[in-house]
């Protein structure tokens, strides 16, 4: 990924953004000294499956998309395409475990990134913005895992 110029990716970071939709503007200026941001190219691989976890994305524009290995060799199945106000890799805030899935951009996408380490000071030297982005962070992964729900009661 290519670092991207802050008023490029991260203008209107509340805007329509559920991830973000606990802070006040007073959150979000101090948020914003914890964020990278970053320009992914289409076709770009963020990180592989059993890559070392260490941070979140947040899909400000674009597109991305997860692939899980299956048991046959080189074969993926694509899990998840997320646009807009998606949320990545969140289990890498948590416990430090590899990547679970394959991410790549199907175009071009900004995206923020919080870092663990970042996280952990944001959680340390400002706890109240670290609780509501986490409240953020929890409705955006529950309302994912709802319409996946949905997705499999389809099937049957």
């Given at each position: ?15 329509e953004l559920?991830?973000f ?9 101090v948020?914003?000294n ?19 976890d260490?941070s ?5 524009r ?13 074969k ?9 106000g998606?949320i990545?890799?969140e289990f ?5 475990q590899?990547r ?13 990134v919080?870092e ?26 529950t ?13 049957f």
């Amino acid at each position: 990924m290519e670092e991207a110029g802050f008023d490029q990716v991260c203008r209107d970071l509340k805007e329509e953004l559920r991830f973000f939709r606990f802070l006040g503007d007073a959150d979000l200026d101090v948020l914003r000294n914890y964020l990278k941001c970053w320009q992914a190219r289409a076709g770009e691989t963020l990180w592989r499956e059993g890559d070392a976890d260490s941070s979140v994305v947040f899909v400000v524009r674009g597109r991305l998309e997860e692939k899980k290995n299956t048991e046959f060799e080189d074969k993926q199945v694509i899990v998840g395409v997320y646009g807009p106000g998606a949320i990545m890799g969140e289990f890498g805030l948590l416990d430090g475990q590899p990547r679970a899935f394959t991410a790549a951009a199907l175009e071009d996408s900004g995206l923020l990134v919080l870092e663990r380490d970042a996280f952990d000071r944001l959680t340390l030297e400002h706890p109240e913005v670290g609780v509501r982005l986490l409240k953020g962070m929890l409705y955006a992964v529950t309302q994912r895992l709802k319409k996946s729900f949905d997705r499999l009661a389809a099937i049957f």
